[in-house]
């Protein structure tokens, strides 16, 4: 509670920071994103630090080995879903209920699938205090989050991972393999994707797909 009562302070700094920018649009960019920016910095550990800097190489590695194995036309028909060079300037998705497709993309080890796509599940992005949460609302493995500012096409996703039945939600630190770090980004009108690079569990590269199913969630 306390490191999102942080998350929330700073950004509803940013947000005020937001509302001088009219007349100063040249200094603004840098001073808007570095408070929120600078909370996620502080409190993410070394390895998902390493994970979202390296991101694109993760994600390349991954499509090359999902290639290798014969489902280049099944990445190639996804577009820009799966292009790691397709985020446009970031525009934050709005509070609501999404549809959230996953697809897995290469293999951690010998036997394990290198494609694997997932139908839709529910996922729900909500705004309390000022601070904007993610949360995916069924199957086996849900990210759970807080989305924070990083650049103009980007928002980084910090949480944790909820398995199977469980309910209760882990502290982010507690347990490393359950951490969760990604990337939030655009892609088309309505449409963004969270890349996790990197996960802990069978895949090189995660990419899930939001698309709202209905917004202005209350």
Not at 8 to 35: F, I, K, Y
Not at 109 to 123: E, K, M, R, T
Request: aromatic fraction near 6%; glycine fraction near 8%; hydrophobic fraction near 40%.
């Amino acid at each position: 509670m306390k490191l999102l009562s942080t998350w929330r302070s700073a950004l509803l700094g940013t947000a005020l920071l937001a509302g001088g920018c009219a007349s100063h649009e040249a200094a603004c960019p840098a001073v808007v994103a570095n408070p929120a920016a600078q909370i996620w910095r502080s409190k993410i550990n070394k390895e998902d630090n390493d994970r979202l800097r390296k991101w694109r190489d993760s994600w390349v590695k991954a499509l090359a080995d999902a290639r290798s194995a014969g489902f280049g036309m099944q990445i190639d028909a996804e577009g820009p879903l799966l292009d790691p060079d397709a985020a446009l300037p970031l525009k934050v998705p709005p509070p609501g209920i999404y549809n959230c497709r996953t697809i897995k993309l290469g293999a951690q080890s010998q036997g394990q699938l290198h494609y694997v796509p997932y139908p839709a599940f529910d996922c729900r992005i909500s705004r309390t205090s000022g601070a904007l949460r993610f949360a995916k609302l069924n199957g086996s493995q849900r990210p759970i989050g807080a989305l924070l500012p990083q650049t103009d096409r980007r928002m980084v996703l910090l949480g944790t991972l909820q398995l199977g039945d469980e309910t209760n939600t882990l502290v982010y630190g507690r347990d490393q393999e359950r951490d969760v770090a990604a990337l939030l980004e655009t892609i088309g009108d309505q449409r963004w994707r969270l890349v996790f690079p990197s996960p802990h569990f069978e895949s090189l590269t995660d990419v899930m797909e939001l698309v709202p199913k209905r917004t202005a969630l209350q």
